[in-house]
């Protein structure tokens, strides 16, 4: 049992980094309907500035968050302009070719720039954690699910009471629409594309301590977040929290009871599961279409 405690916690971490990293992939799907592979990339261009900031230039860790979220405001503005907007008014397969193109892209542009050479961004706190009976809590996974729960109340409060929400979720529901009822819908989905990068980018610094900051991060994260997405419900933001913190404790016991190397595969199998016998996911429903 005490192990059993240890490992939901640890899990409930790791997967607290696939739930932001997944709710991302859910609303720019909602805002635009295509999916945005470079996700995670986002995630991983957000360790790299802090390591840039934090580490190289030894600047105050606060002050090197503030820069990389600013970076990362900035690379969703980027994204926008260049990959989503010039294929706006195409079908989704050439928009989601440019996504992958652009994940390519930002992750060789990284290799050039800083080396294949994995590196180590320090923990954000000097205390390692604390022990509560027979559970050991780190601190940078205290830290990851604190965060995601107040992203996720963010999340919630932001889009359900303030105008500027309502007009994200009027874009996301109808495009045409909203743009009669005088909504700026590019704007809209820019600011769209902004939130997804910040998301992934907070994903990215509060899980770099913990793992080696490296080119394949943002593939690894993304292609769990992804499956997180497909299992809660493709374009449902509690389905993609609840499968993001699902996926975290199944590959975290799985690695402890059945084998550390396949660790990532479990994830993959729970999805196929999905796919075979409820492909709508948890909270998604069943669409009927006449032949």
Same mark, same amino acid.
């Given at each position: 049992?005490?192990?059993?405690?240890?490992?939901?916690?640890?899990?409930?971490?790791?997967?607290?980094?696939?739930?932001?990293?997944?709710?991302?992939?859910?609303?720019?799907?909602?805002?635009?309907?295509?999916?945005?592979?470079?996700?995670?990339?986002?995630?991983?261009?957000?360790?790299?500035?802090?390591?840039?900031?934090?580490?190289?230039?030894?600047?105050?860790?606060?002050?090197?968050?503030? #820069?990389? @979220?600013? %970076?990362? *405001?900035?690379?969703? =503005?980027?994204?926008? /302009?260049? +990959?989503?907007?010039?294929?706006?008014?195409?079908?989704?397969?050439?928009?989601?070719?440019?996504?992958?193109?652009?994940?390519?892209?930002?992750?060789?542009?990284?290799?050039?720039?800083?080396?294949?050479?994995?590196?180590?961004?320090?923990?954000?706190?000097?205390?390692?954690?604390?022990?509560?009976?027979?559970?050991?809590?780190?601190?940078?996974?205290?830290?990851?699910?604190?965060?995601?729960?107040?992203?996720?109340?963010?999340?919630?409060?932001?889009?359900?009471?303030?105008?500027?929400?309502?007009?994200?979720?009027?874009?996301?529901?109808?495009?045409?629409?909203?743009?009669?009822?005088?909504?700026?819908?590019?704007?809209?989905?820019?600011?769209?594309?902004?939130?997804? #990068?910040? @998301?992934? %980018?907070? *994903?990215?610094?509060? =899980?770099?301590?913990? /793992?080696? +900051?490296?080119?394949?991060?943002?593939?690894?994260?993304?292609?769990?977040?992804?499956?997180?997405?497909?299992?809660?419900?493709?374009?449902?933001?509690?389905?993609?929290?609840?499968?993001?913190?699902?996926?975290?404790?199944?590959?975290?016991?799985?690695?402890?009871?059945?084998?550390?190397?396949?660790?990532?595969?479990?994830?993959?199998?729970?999805?196929?599961?999905?796919?075979?016998?409820?492909?709508?996911?948890?909270?998604?429903?069943?669409?009927?279409?006449?032949?």
């Amino acid at each position: 049992m005490d192990l059993a405690l240890q490992l939901f916690f640890t899990g409930l971490g790791i997967g607290a980094v696939y739930a932001l990293v997944a709710l991302g992939f859910v609303l720019i799907f909602r805002a635009t309907n295509v999916v945005n592979f470079a996700q995670g990339e986002f995630s991983m261009v957000a360790a790299y500035l802090m390591v840039v900031f934090a580490v190289d230039l030894h600047w105050p860790y606060a002050l090197a968050l503030l #820069a990389s @979220l600013a %970076g990362m *405001a900035l690379l969703g =503005v980027v994204f926008n /302009l260049g +990959v989503y907007y010039p294929l706006r008014h195409r079908t989704f397969l050439p928009v989601i070719i440019a996504t992958i193109g652009a994940s390519i892209f930002l992750a060789n542009t990284v290799l050039a720039l800083y080396g294949p050479q994995p590196q180590v961004l320090p923990g954000w706190f000097d205390t390692p954690g604390l022990q509560i009976g027979p559970v050991y809590l780190d601190s940078q996974y205290l830290l990851i699910m604190v965060v995601t729960l107040i992203l996720v109340a963010f999340n919630f409060w932001f889009f359900e009471h303030t105008l500027l929400g309502k007009k994200l979720q009027a874009t996301s529901q109808d495009k045409e629409m909203a743009a009669l009822l005088g909504i700026p819908v590019a704007t809209m989905i820019m600011l769209t594309f902004v939130y997804s #990068a910040l @998301l992934g %980018g907070v *994903a990215g610094i509060l =899980v770099a301590p913990i /793992l080696f +900051v490296s080119i394949q991060m943002g593939s690894t994260i993304a292609l769990k977040a992804f499956a997180a997405t497909i299992i809660g419900g493709f374009g449902d933001v509690k389905g993609a929290i609840l499968g993001g913190l699902a996926l975290g404790v199944i590959e975290t016991f799985g690695a402890a009871y059945v084998s550390v190397p396949y660790k990532d595969g479990f994830a993959f199998l729970v999805l196929v599961a999905f796919l075979i016998f409820r492909p709508q996911g948890i909270f998604g429903e069943r669409v009927a279409e006449k032949a």
